[in-house]
Nanobody, 116 residues
Framework: QVQLVESGGGLVQAGGSLRLSCAASGSAVRLGALGWYRQAPGKKRELVAAITRGGTIDYADSVKGRFTISRDNTKNMGVYLQMNSLKSEDTATYYC?????????WGQGTQVTVSS
């Protein structure tokens, strides 16, 4: 089993930056991919960025050049999302996800609000 706990959300002005963290625990963490998804009110949850166990990275087109995902596979396992040049349309609840060979796990989410 994998446990995920997000932190780092908050209120920021447009053009500002935030760094999201997701602490991951469980013996299987290193075996799966980690990613960030977001869901705005009335919209479907969408992929923001993901990184595989081997380090392959994928970004949504809307965040390329502004967001950077990174992963720590050492003692403090987790995944991070550095968000720069934030826009009002980035406002959403951001969720951390672990995707493994047999199951997926989600964190509880952290709210990001960008004021224009």
């Amino acid at each position: 089993q994998v446990q995920l706990v997000e932190s780092g959300g908050g209120l920021v002005q447009a053009g500002g930056s935030l760094r999201l963290s997701c602490a991951a625990s469980g013996s299987a963490v290193r075996l799966g991919a980690l990613g960030w998804y977001r869901q705005a009110p009335g919209k479907k949850r969408e992929l923001v960025a993901a990184i595989t166990r081997g380090g392959t990275i994928d970004y949504a087109d809307s965040v390329k050049g502004r967001f950077t995902i990174s992963r720590d596979n050492t003692k403090n396992m987790g995944v991070y999302l550095q968000m720069n040049s934030l826009k009002s349309e980035d406002t959403a609840t951001y969720y951390c996800k672990w995707s493994g060979p047999w199951s997926d796990y989600w964190g509880q989410g952290t709210q990001v609000t960008v004021s224009s």
